[in-house]
Nanobody
Framework: QVRLAESGGDSVQAGGSLKLVCTIS??????????YAWFRQVPGRQREGVVAIYRDGRSTYVPDFTKGRFAISLNDDKNTLYLERNNLTPEDTAMYYC???????????????????WGQGTQVTVSS
């Protein structure tokens, strides 16, 4: 069981930056067991993964469509996950979720169905 809680969502102007925080509680298997990702979703569209990180806390995957604009990181204790993005555009407006998976072979596919545990989401709104 993993509990995830996002924070840091805000309303910002285009060109601004964001840093989202996901607090992780993983009491059963420990913090070295899980891979994590950030997803986002807008109403009427499928949830899409924007970046993922392997359980080693170092290996990351960024899908091509993001053009490398998102950065993911874990703190040393692996109980806090971060998402950073500079130069926001209105197209970045979405609900952002952190998620955890134990799928060590497919974590980087960013398939929502592979991720078992989810936070409640935090809203990011970018105005032009």
């Amino acid at each position: 069981q993993v509990r995830l809680a996002e924070s840091g969502g805000d309303s910002v102007q285009a060109g601004g930056s964001l840093k989202l925080v996901c607090t992780i509680s993983a009491p059963h298997y420990g913090y070295d067991y899980w891979c994590y990702a950030w997803f986002r979703q807008v109403p009427g569209r499928q949830r899409e993964g924007v970046v993922a990180i392997y359980r080693d806390g170092r290996s990351t995957y960024v899908p091509d469509f993001t053009k490398g604009r998102f950065a993911i990181s874990l703190n040393d204790d692996k109980n806090t996950l971060y998402l950073e993005r500079n130069n926001l555009t209105p197209e970045d407006t979405a609900m952002y979720y952190c998620a955890a998976t134990d799928q060590g072979m497919t974590w980087w596919h960013l398939a929502p169905g592979d991720y078992t545990f989810w936070g409640q989401g935090t809203q990011v709104t970018v105005s032009s």
